[in-house]
């Protein structure tokens, strides 16, 4: 049974798509393109996401052929978007999503202008991810100023110009914590080092070389434990851990500076999609999908860093578009048509695989990270004799594999390993 | 002439006696405080409970059995007036061994003499009707319904809101230095800011109300700090109906389990005795959270990975010479009334506190009091979006489209809701711009991601509202700044 909706003014879209970053935004060009009637949502004052503040280069070299910063990556989006005339919203914040029946859902969103309902018969979910702070990963000590996810650092220092700090200790060797040790240097703060848990680095090679360019320490197989400091930073403790990650009695030092920028790791924001419902994947943290990007909850569509974390944006905008493809296709068919789909399951050394179900009626991507790192392996798909070699494949590294529609058309299943050649 | 009151502290102790005392014409109230906003010293981190009234032996601690029991009652009325988060959700003290009944029925004997109204013993089957997903090994509890929880920072915020609505005086960062005192009477206090003049001075200076005490000449009891560390998980983990205690021991009420106002599940404290010197240190350990791990694991056992922590914190209660609350008028020193060693159940007694100094100054220093006649018990709630309807969002927005823009993703805390905190700072002279006042007054910077993504535009709004740079806006007072100057201040070398 349907609730009463509360008396607020009713908007009617074929889709909404909720974020405007590089998923959403490419979501929202693809679905205006195809020919649907589009409203695009984001909780801020300007399009782009994350992108505006990676004042970096290594964007686009896969989606736009070129090399990009986040600005100009953004800023290609928007103007697409503007061109096509796509309808968006910035300050709005999307407080709820109901399910009333396949097509037809309603979005309530909340903007300087008010509240809104809008009816739609689907809903693309672009809405990113968060980080994990200092607290999720352990960290005891004083609660006091200094202590930034490199996220919120970036947004203080590239959206509102402000300097969190003159020296500075980052956990975790991801990109985002790679990427703000440069932007640290960059401005002439001394990144006094790089913490890492595991015994190899968490990033791409090519920000891993920042390490070096700027002569800033690295400890692997290191974990940063306790924070002290009166009204602000002033030392943090480091202690190493053995092979199972267990601290090593005896190990630890101080280390002195008044910034600790946690970059830990991302985790997918789908709260919003889990209250209607929608099956997530532990591995992924992300839902459940098929190769539409479709979740468990049919007309809601997911892209980019809410269905799995990537490392590349190019990827993240391809997904936006197939979402907008899967949308159109629900729109017109009046769902997914069912079908015998083919589950895609995890065989050795693969810590998530997406999307979780193929239909083997279209070539697809699959999106996978590895556990642990490799040299010299396989990638192989015994269901269907898929084999490809690979020198070297690690967790910071996403792959992304091409499957044409006739290999997987006959098969009921299909696992995916990465092994020793 | 007006008798001229200075109460050295804005914790849940002096912000409930500065309201109490602002009901009378011939006071005028000072109210001072060293922190940049009020509530935050001990009064900021706690269990947050109202507590029964049954744990306090009145022959051992009378101040407190009395204060408590009285304390809950008229918090019940309180809540309303200042419209303070609550919820009375009652407690168990659950028996794991048959002989925790003897200690049970020792609680029950005890709140019953306090004067604790509908305590009884539940058997397994009601207890674990009460409470369904409790630790198996539970045999049966004790029931004291009129156990509550409120917000202790919230709750002094609106007293102080009230007080200062009823004409109190309030000085922030206002450090005491001195206590004059001529011919055995209280002159007034030497303070930071210059000298305040006072009749009657009210030392409700929680961990430092020996030192405040000792600037009098005062030097009968001594307070050390007892540190207790919490966990708080994230939304939607599972947390019981009831406040949990264990069955206490000789040493310490046990590890509480309870689902805070706010909707967390919340585990803690433990008790770490420091030395008197430590009076500042806040710092969660490792060993501490460990205990409290395994403490609230034994009433709870389906504790959650503990990655889904949100925020684990510290906190100090004042522990006084002798372990009864002391509140007297000193008789060497005329004019001046000791609040001191207000530790647990000092959140639940302090507006019997507050009534029995008002008591004291007519009684023991002969003021006669004279009530206002207008005196307004009111205060109103900020504004929280979290808890308006679509359609109040829009009355709001037609208002002010800040209403309508939410910052706190998680929480969905509304520019209009940081607006008004800030209004409301100002209002009661918070001068230095905190994020972390912010915070306590909306809820910002509280959800699952801890302020990533909304701290920045919080500190946008503070720069913009108190005309600052943004890098001066602080986290929690001064020393404690978002930055150190422009993002080029290295290069140029223009750091502040």
């Given at each position: 049974m349907?609730?009463?909706?509360p008396?607020i003014?009713?908007?009617?879209?074929?889709v909404?798509?909720?974020?405007?970053?590089?998923a959403?935004?490419?979501?929202?060009?693809k679905a205006?393109?195809?020919?649907?009637n589009?409203l695009?949502?984001?909780?801020n004052?300007y399009l782009?996401g994350?992108?505006?503040q990676?004042?970096h280069?290594?964007?686009?070299?896969?989606?736009?052929r070129?090399e990009?910063?986040?600005?100009e990556?953004?800023?290609?989006?928007?103007?697409r978007?503007?061109?096509?005339?796509?309808?968006?919203?910035?300050g709005?914040?999307?407080?709820?999503?109901r399910n009333?029946?396949?097509l037809?859902?309603v979005?309530?969103f909340?903007s300087?202008?008010?509240?809104?309902?809008?009816?739609t018969?689907?809903?693309?979910?672009?809405?990113g991810?968060?980080?994990r702070?200092a607290f999720?990963?352990g960290?005891?000590?004083?609660?006091v100023?200094?202590?930034?996810?490199?996220g919120?650092?970036?947004t203080?220092m590239?959206?509102y110009g402000i300097?969190p700090?003159k020296?500075?200790?980052?956990?975790?060797?991801g990109?985002?914590?790679l990427i703000m040790a440069r932007r640290?240097a960059?401005?002439?703060?001394?990144?006094?080092?790089?913490?890492?848990?595991m015994?190899?680095?968490?990033g791409?090679?090519?920000?891993?070389?920042?390490?070096?360019?700027?002569d800033?320490?690295l400890?692997?197989?290191?974990?940063?434990?306790e924070v002290r400091g009166k009204?602000?930073v002033e030392?943090?403790k480091?202690?190493?851990v053995d092979?199972n990650?267990?601290?090593?009695?005896?190990?630890?030092?101080w280390i002195e500076?008044?910034?600790?920028?946690i970059?830990a790791?991302?985790?997918?924001?789908?709260?919003?999609?889990?209250?209607?419902?929608?099956e997530i994947?532990?591995a992924?943290?992300?839902?459940v999908?098929?190769?539409?990007?479709?979740t468990?909850?049919?007309g809601i569509f997911?892209?980019?860093?809410s269905?799995l974390?990537?490392?590349?944006?190019?990827?993240v905008?391809?997904?936006?578009?197939?979402?907008?493809e899967?949308a159109?296709?629900?729109?017109?068919?009046?769902?997914?048509?069912?079908?015998?789909?083919?589950?895609?399951?995890?065989g050795?050394?693969v810590?998530?695989?997406?999307p979780?179900?193929?239909s083997?009626?279209?070539d697809v991507y699959l999106?996978?990270r590895v556990?642990?790192?490799m040299?010299?392996v396989?990638l192989?798909?015994?269901?269907i004799?898929k084999r490809?070699?690979?020198?070297?494949?690690?967790?910071?590294?996403?792959l992304?594999?091409?499957?044409k529609?006739?290999?997987i058309?006959e098969?009921?299943?299909?696992?995916v390993?990465?092994?020793?050649? | 002439m007006?008798?001229?009151?200075a109460?050295?502290?804005a914790g849940?102790?002096g912000?409930s006696?500065a309201?109490v005392?602002?009901?009378?014409?011939?006071?005028?109230?000072?109210?001072?405080?060293k922190?940049p906003d009020?509530?935050?010293?001990?009064?900021?981190?706690?269990?947050?409970?109202?507590?029964?009234?049954y744990d306090?032996?009145?022959?051992k601690?009378?101040?407190r059995a009395?204060?408590?029991?009285?304390?809950n009652?008229?918090w019940?009325q309180?809540?309303?007036?200042?419209?303070?988060?609550?919820?009375?959700?009652?407690?168990?003290?659950?028996?794991?061994?048959?002989?925790?009944?003897?200690?049970l029925?020792?609680?029950?004997?005890?709140?019953?003499?306090?004067?604790?109204?509908e305590?009884?013993?539940?058997d397994?089957?009601?207890?674990?009707?009460?409470?369904?997903?409790l630790t198996?090994?539970a045999i049966?509890?004790?029931?004291?319904?009129?156990?509550?929880?409120?917000?202790?920072i919230?709750?002094?915020?609106?007293?102080?809101?009230?007080a200062?609505?009823?004409g109190?005086k309030?000085h922030l960062?206002?450090?005491v230095?001195?206590?004059?005192?001529?011919?055995?009477?209280?002159?007034g206090?030497e303070t930071?800011n210059?000298?305040?003049?006072?009749?009657?001075v009210?030392?409700a200076?929680?961990?430092?109300?020996d030192d405040?005490?000792?600037?009098?000449?005062i030097?009968?009891?001594?307070i050390?700090p007892?540190?207790?560390?919490?966990?708080i998980?994230?939304?939607?983990i599972?947390?019981?109906?009831r406040?949990?205690?264990?069955?206490?021991?000789q040493?310490s009420k046990?590890?509480?389990v309870?689902?805070?106002i706010?909707?967390?599940l919340m585990?803690?404290p433990?008790?770490?005795d420091?030395?008197p010197?430590?009076?500042?240190?806040?710092?969660?350990?490792?060993?501490?959270?460990e205990?409290?791990?395994?403490?609230?694991k034994?009433?709870w056992?389906?504790l959650p990975p503990?990655?889904k922590v949100?925020?684990?914190?510290a906190?100090?209660r004042?522990e006084?010479t002798?372990?009864?609350?002391i509140i007297?008028a000193?008789?060497?020193?005329?004019?001046?009334i000791?609040v001191?060693?207000?530790?647990?159940?000092?959140?639940?007694s302090?507006?019997a506190?507050?009534?029995e100094?008002?008591g004291?100054i007519e009684?023991?220093?002969?003021?006669?009091?004279v009530?206002?006649e207008?005196w307004n018990?009111?205060r109103k709630e900020?504004t929280?979006f979290f808890m308006?309807?679509?359609e109040?969002?829009?009355?709001?927005v037609?208002?002010?489209?800040?209403?309508?823009?939410?910052v706190?993703?998680c929480n969905?805390?509304?520019?209009?809701d940081?607006?008004?905190a800030?209004?409301?700072?100002?209002?009661i002279?918070?001068?230095t711009?905190?994020?972390?006042s912010?915070k306590?007054?909306?809820?910002a910077t509280t959800?699952?991601?801890?302020?990533?993504?909304?701290?920045?535009?919080?500190v946008?709004?503070?720069?913009r509202?108190?005309?600052?740079e943004?890098?001066?806006?602080t986290?929690?007072?001064?020393?404690s700044?978002?930055?150190?100057?422009n993002?080029k201040?290295?290069l140029?070398?223009?750091?502040a």
């Amino acid at each position: 049974m349907m609730e009463p909706m509360p008396q607020i003014p009713m908007l009617n879209y074929d889709v909404v798509v909720i974020g405007g970053g590089p998923a959403g935004m490419a979501a929202s060009i693809k679905a205006k393109e195809l020919g649907l009637n589009v409203l695009l949502l984001d909780e801020n004052d300007y399009l782009g996401g994350i992108l505006p503040q990676c004042i970096h280069p290594g964007f686009g070299i896969h989606y736009f052929r070129e090399e990009l910063t986040g600005p100009e990556f953004a800023a290609r989006l928007a103007k697409r978007l503007v061109e096509l005339g796509v309808e968006y919203r910035t300050g709005a914040r999307v407080l709820e999503i109901r399910n009333y029946s396949d097509l037809e859902k309603v979005v309530v969103f909340t903007s300087p202008s008010g509240t809104f309902q809008v009816w739609t018969k689907a809903v693309i979910y672009a809405a990113g991810a968060r980080e994990r702070h200092a607290f999720e990963i352990g960290i005891v000590g004083d609660r006091v100023s200094g202590i930034y996810t490199a996220g919120e650092a970036q947004t203080l220092m590239d959206i509102y110009g402000i300097l969190p700090g003159k020296e500075i200790v980052i956990v975790g060797s991801g990109d985002v914590g790679l990427i703000m040790a440069r932007r640290f240097a960059l401005e002439g703060a001394k990144v006094k080092a790089v913490v890492e848990l595991m015994p190899y680095p968490g990033g791409l090679a090519r920000n891993v070389m920042i390490l070096r360019d700027f002569d800033i320490p690295l400890y692997l197989g290191h974990k940063v434990v306790e924070v002290r400091g009166k009204g602000r930073v002033e030392r943090v403790k480091v202690v190493k851990v053995d092979e199972n990650l267990n601290e090593i009695p005896g190990s630890e030092f101080w280390i002195e500076a008044d910034t600790l920028i946690i970059s830990a790791g991302l985790v997918p924001s789908v709260k919003k999609l889990k209250k209607i419902g929608v099956e997530i994947d532990p591995a992924t943290g992300g839902p459940v999908v098929n190769d539409r990007l479709e979740t468990s909850v049919p007309g809601i569509f997911v892209a980019g860093n809410s269905l799995l974390i990537n490392d590349l944006v190019d990827y993240v905008a391809e997904q936006g578009e197939l979402a907008a493809e899967g949308a159109r296709e629900f729109i017109e068919n009046g769902g997914i048509e069912s079908r015998k789909w083919v589950k895609v399951r995890k065989g050795e050394n693969v810590r998530l695989i997406v999307p979780h179900y193929l239909s083997g009626d279209r070539d697809v991507y699959l999106y996978l990270r590895v556990s642990k790192p490799m040299e010299d392996v396989e990638l192989r798909i015994p269901e269907i004799g898929k084999r490809m070699k690979l020198p070297v494949v690690k967790p910071a590294e996403m792959l992304r594999i091409k499957l044409k529609a006739e290999e997987i058309r006959e098969v009921e299943k299909l696992t995916v390993e990465v092994v020793k050649a | 002439m007006k008798t001229k009151v200075a109460i050295i502290g804005a914790g849940i102790s002096g912000a409930s006696i500065a309201r109490v005392l602002s009901k009378y014409e011939n006071l005028e109230v000072h109210l001072i405080e060293k922190a940049p906003d009020v509530g935050w010293g001990v009064s900021k981190a706690n269990t947050a409970l109202i507590h029964g009234g049954y744990d306090d032996d009145p022959e051992k601690y009378p101040t407190r059995a009395k204060l408590c029991i009285r304390g809950n009652r008229l918090w019940h009325q309180w809540v309303k007036e200042l419209q303070i988060p609550h919820v009375w959700n009652g407690a168990l003290i659950v028996a794991t061994k048959d002989e925790d009944f003897d200690e049970l029925e020792r609680l029950l004997e005890r709140g019953r003499k306090n004067g604790v109204p509908e305590m009884r013993i539940v058997d397994r089957d009601e207890l674990f009707h009460l409470e369904p997903d409790l630790t198996r090994e539970a045999i049966g509890a004790l029931w004291v319904p009129i156990v509550g929880q409120i917000g202790p920072i919230p709750a002094v915020i609106a007293l102080v809101e009230n007080a200062v609505a009823n004409g109190v005086k309030t000085h922030l960062e206002t450090e005491v230095r001195g206590i004059k005192v001529e011919n055995g009477e209280v002159k007034g206090v030497e303070t930071n800011n210059g000298f305040i003049e006072a009749d009657i001075v009210i030392n409700a200076a929680g961990l430092y109300a020996d030192d405040v005490a000792r600037m009098a000449g005062i030097d009968y009891f001594e307070i050390h700090p007892r540190k207790g560390e919490y966990w708080i998980f994230d939304e939607g983990i599972p947390g019981p109906r009831r406040v949990l205690f264990p069955t206490p021991t000789q040493i310490s009420k046990g590890i509480v389990v309870t689902t805070e106002i706010s909707g967390h599940l919340m585990i803690g404290p433990n008790a770490q005795d420091l030395p008197p010197e430590e009076k500042e240190d806040f710092a969660t350990t490792k060993e501490g959270l460990e205990q409290v791990w395994e403490g609230a694991k034994k009433l709870w056992p389906q504790l959650p990975p503990r990655s889904k922590v949100i925020r684990t914190f510290a906190g100090l209660r004042p522990e006084p010479t002798g372990g009864d609350f002391i509140i007297k008028a000193e008789e060497e020193v005329w004019g001046f009334i000791n609040v001191a060693g207000i530790r647990s159940p000092g959140l639940t007694s302090a507006p019997a506190i507050a009534h029995e100094v008002a008591g004291i100054i007519e009684r023991d220093l002969g003021v006669k009091l004279v009530e206002k006649e207008k005196w307004n018990p009111y205060r109103k709630e900020i504004t929280h979006f979290f808890m308006l309807g679509p359609e109040q969002i829009n009355e709001m927005v037609r208002k002010n489209p800040a209403y309508g823009k939410v910052v706190c993703r998680c929480n969905n805390v509304s520019e209009g809701d940081i607006l008004e905190a800030i209004e409301r700072m100002k209002m009661i002279g918070v001068k230095t711009p905190s994020i972390d006042s912010v915070k306590f007054r909306t809820k910002a910077t509280t959800g699952t991601c801890q302020g990533s993504f909304c701290r920045p535009r919080i500190v946008q709004l503070l720069a913009r509202e108190y005309g600052v740079e943004p890098w001066e806006v602080t986290l929690k007072g001064r020393g404690s700044e978002i930055g150190i100057g422009n993002v080029k201040a290295l290069l140029r070398r223009d750091e502040a």
